[in-house]
């Protein structure tokens, strides 16, 4: 079926895939969609959910959006896309809150504000709508990825570092602890998850060169 | 870009609406057991930690039947209510209510040294939205067996922290009746400030205090009003 046409994993559709992972991150590049980074990277198991949670809504609305592409009426695009958003956002709620309730509980409000979250809204505005619906897919999920792989190495520092915990499990020894070390209150608090990001973005523009601004 | 007519913009909107509402109808109620069953698990837990019992998802229904030997819900004036489910009812619906038409409910349990603590439910306001709880009492009807709380969004940190054991684990020991038998509650004092052999205060959270002030006044309100109930079970 794809003879004629490009093949599914070609060179311009991996693009869609890798690039928001290094040179295009929608968090440390784009700066997009920080303030769910703050709120929900206190331990690693919640923002592991959010980011999948997250992948699920951007891929299946990039591909939704996109089949849509040519019967939407442009004057009414945002508000399509708001309702397609908004309604995949309620079905993970609900979904959270079924079978993963503790870790719905601890997400609480941070689920719905996926709705806000602004990496979404900008795929489906700038890609879903002007693109087929694989590639739309690839691009949903490549940023999805950009945006979960940020969350999950905060999350990991600031739950190593804050808890002396990793996924709920002690990786801290108590002799550690018997020396005098001890968790680091401020990892837990919001602002430490602005400097951890910080902390990375400073890493990746001083390797990546193409992130280098030259003026 | 094709321009499209005020009728397809109308069909189109029309169309996309009903589609939505009912993929998100059917998704709620196929849900809907589910979550109800999780609810019903994550107030057993509740109860559970205010006697002091930790437990997890798995096995609080276990642990609930095992140590809640009874419950039931009584009126303002101490009477038992026939004909209500004490586990049923919602103590933000109660709270809304004139004292005169609440249901207090009120569990019974029996722990592994055979003594019987009385658990009340509790309900009030912090900073951003409801706290609520469960208080255990000793048989004495009197000292502090054991509390939990919760909350809706406090603050992380500060005013959540009355979520957390070490506030909770204040109140264990505390007495809500004076030598004289007179109702005083335990009063949450500003972070720092209780005086340390005090029967009667615990400290509040530093930087809570709206939150610490709303679990003060919430046990204050809910506590008096079972104070008829107390006399009750004291003159049997």
Known sequence: MNKEKEPLFSAKNLKLLREPLNDSNPITVQVLGICSALAITVQLKPAIVMALSVAFVMAVANVVISLLRKSIPPRIRIIVQLVVIASLVILVDQILKAFLFEISKQLSVFVGLIITNCIIMGRLEAFALANKPWPSFLDGLGNAAGYGVILIIVAFFRELLGSGTILDYQVIPQGVYNFGYENNGLMILPPMALIVVGIIIWIQRSRNKKLIESN | ?236
């Open chain 2, 1 to 236: 870009m094709k321009s499209f007519s005020n009728t397809y913009i109308f069909v189109f909107s029309s169309i996309m609406v009903v589609v939505v509402a009912a993929i998100l109808s059917i998704a709620a109620m196929t849900l809907q057991p589910f979550q109800k069953k999780n609810v019903e698990i994550n107030k057993k837990e509740n109860i559970l930690a205010s006697i002091n019992i930790e437990s997890t998802a798995e096995n609080a229904v276990e642990l609930y039947d095992k140590y809640i030997v009874e419950s039931y819900v009584v009126g303002h004036t101490g009477e038992v209510k026939e004909g209500v489910d004490a586990f049923e009812v919602d103590m933000k619906k109660e709270m809304a209510k004139p004292l005169e038409e609440r249901n207090l409910p009120v569990f019974i349990s029996l722990n592994d040294n055979e003594e019987r603590q009385y658990i009340l439910p509790v309900y009030g306001k912090g900073l951003w939205g409801p706290v609520w709880g469960y208080v255990s009492l000793q048989s004495n009807l009197s000292t502090i067996y054991g509390t939990n709380f919760s909350h809706e969004g406090e603050t992380p940190g500060l005013g959540a922290e009355i979520a957390t054991e070490d506030f909770q684990n204040q109140f264990i020991g505390k007495e809500i009746f004076n030598e004289k038998g007179e109702f005083v509650s335990v009063r949450v004092k500003k972070g720092g400030t209780a005086k340390p052999d005090s029967k009667y205060e615990v400290d509040g959270i530093s930087g809570g205090t709206i939150t610490s002030k709303g679990v003060d006044e919430m046990l204050n309100d809910c506590l008096k009003s079972y104070i008829p109930y107390f006399e009750n079970i004291k003159n049997q």
